[in-house]
């Protein structure tokens, strides 16, 4: 589906949502109990986030709203749940609705479960993109520790990605075009106290940069809680 397009589709499909325990945007706050018919892609992964040996559940939906405002159409919803107990279902322990919660667009939303500073705790990386122009693409990130699974503890957020090279509502000579990557082997070196960047640069103010340029960035942050007392 390209990007942008599930805002056309909202448009047309107003998606009627009466339920208890609602969220943002009509949208119930537990991810799990978005309607199939709201519902456009769904990830789901388990993760042993507190090493009890217990893994919760993780889930993402990208979900349409029924709002017929094409910046509030879709919503990025992620969630954290307790382990199902036998047929009981784990209660939701966090919940994140991106576009109501940040004030601007959100779609295409992917989350990734990994352990950056190898400490044995595993950090989240959730991405979306929050344009409106299937022209231009601009991805937010945002990093997260998980020492206290009710309140994830955010560690960094900034650009992930932005494409302007074919957006012309974009000046030529503003055009820009890179994407961040997680530098694993020197984060992990790192031993919790940064967060090391690869910026692949393929657009600078107008002018491209072929082949791309990779600069390393390192930025301060506390991966690990220092401990009490």
Do not use: C
């Not at 056309?8 to 706050?29: D, N, Q, T």
């Amino acid at each position: 589906m390209e990007r942008a397009s599930v805002f056309a589709l909202a448009a047309v499909l107003l998606v009627s949502l009466a339920l208890a325990g609602k969220g943002s945007a009509g949208l119930p706050e537990d991810p799990r109990d978005i309607p199939r018919e709201a519902q456009l892609t769904v990830t789901r992964t388990t993760a042993d986030l507190d090493r009890d040996g217990r893994p919760e559940g993780l889930i993402l939906v990208n979900a349409m709203t029924g709002e017929q405002d094409p910046a509030r159409a879709s919503e990025v919803v992620v969630g954290i749940t307790a382990p199902d107990e036998g047929d009981r279902r784990g209660a939701l322990l966090w919940s994140r609705h991106v576009m109501s919660e940040t004030g601007r667009p959100a779609h295409d939303g992917e989350l990734t479960v990994v352990d950056l500073d190898g400490d044995g705790r595993q950090e989240l990386i959730l991405t979306w993109d929050r344009s409106l122009s299937p022209k231009r693409i601009d991805r937010w990130a945002e990093i997260y520790a998980t020492e206290q699974l009710r309140q994830p503890r955010k560690i960094w957020e900034g650009a992930w990605e932005r494409d302007t090279r074919r957006d012309p509502r974009t000046p030529a000579a503003e055009r820009e075009w890179f994407r961040r990557e997680i530098d694993y082997r020197a984060t992990r070196k790192a031993a919790g106290r940064a967060v090391v960047f690869v910026k692949r640069i393929g657009m600078a103010a107008g002018k491209a940069v072929d082949p791309p340029k990779g600069v390393q960035e390192r930025v301060d942050v506390a991966l690990r809680r220092p401990p009490r007392g």
